[in-house]
């Protein structure tokens, strides 16, 4: 079937407004994880879903963040009242069974570019 | 705390040219080592994944070694081509997973 999906692809936020990202797995997919890319750098954890439950959030960089996953599929990344700092690219992965974030092997979305003016 | 670092930065060779891109880590206790690459405005792509019990993965001309206990990892990519022009991307599976800042490479026609 298809890959990760992610939108909106392109967002523009002013600062202190609310977004919202999505992402949708590959089909029967379990587990399922959000990173935050700066530019130049590699990938940053953010958290980790087992199905609908929220294993990890260790990696959220603060109270503002929240993700969501409540029927185990589709998930949603949110961010309130964004700061310029969180400006950088959001990727969700992936992956077919249960095991921890650095288990197996994990497919991405093309990512959100979000851009906090 | 794991900390995961490329060397080098970034890369330019002519095609068909053989290279090694390198990845170090400080944590020896990991379950795997993968290889990505990311094209530009896209996702990861899983290149190899090397199984903390493994030495070394191939897939066509790409080969990658680990050695756990040197906390150290190549990437061999023999004969490049100008579409193996991307960022390279190193990362360590524990408890999560941890990035380097990765290679670009550009391989020039």
């Known amino acids: 079937g298809a890959g990760v999906s992610q939108s909106p692809r392109y967002k523009v936020a002013k600062r202190g407004q609310d977004v919202a990202l999505r992402c949708d797995p590959i089909s029967g997919h379990v587990s399922l994880f959000w990173y935050q890319q700066a530019l130049g750098q590699g990938p940053e954890f953010l958290t980790y879903f087992q199905n609908e439950a929220q294993l990890d959030k260790s990696g959220l960089p603060s109270d503002r963040f929240f993700a969501e996953r409540p029927e185990g599929s589709v998930s949603t990344l949110k961010i309130q009242r964004t700061q310029q700092e969180d400006s950088a690219v959001y990727l969700c992965?992936?992956?077919?069974?249960?095991?921890?974030?650095?288990?197996?092997?994990?497919?991405f979305g093309p990512g959100t570019r979000l851009l906090v003016l | 705390k794991q900390e995961v670092t490329q060397i080098p930065a970034a890369l330019s060779v002519p095609e068909g040219e053989n290279l090694v891109l390198n990845c170090s880590f400080t944590?020896?206790?990991?379950?795997?080592l993968q290889w990505f690459r990311q094209d530009p405005g896209k996702g990861l792509t899983s290149l190899l994944l090397i199984q903390s019990s493994q030495r070394e993965q191939t897939s066509g001309r790409l080969n990658a070694s680990l050695d756990k206990s040197s906390g150290r990892s190549t990437l061999y990519i023999a004969a490049s081509q100008p579409g193996d022009s991307a960022t390279y991307l190193c990362?360590?599976?524990?408890?999560?997973?941890?990035f380097g800042a990765g290679t670009i490479l550009r391989v020039k026609s």
């Open positions: 990362a360590v599976g524990g408890n999560k997973l941890v």
């Open positions: 992965a992936s992956s077919w069974r249960g095991g921890g974030p650095g288990q197996e092997t994990q497919y």
């Open positions: 944590d020896s206790a990991i379950y795997n």
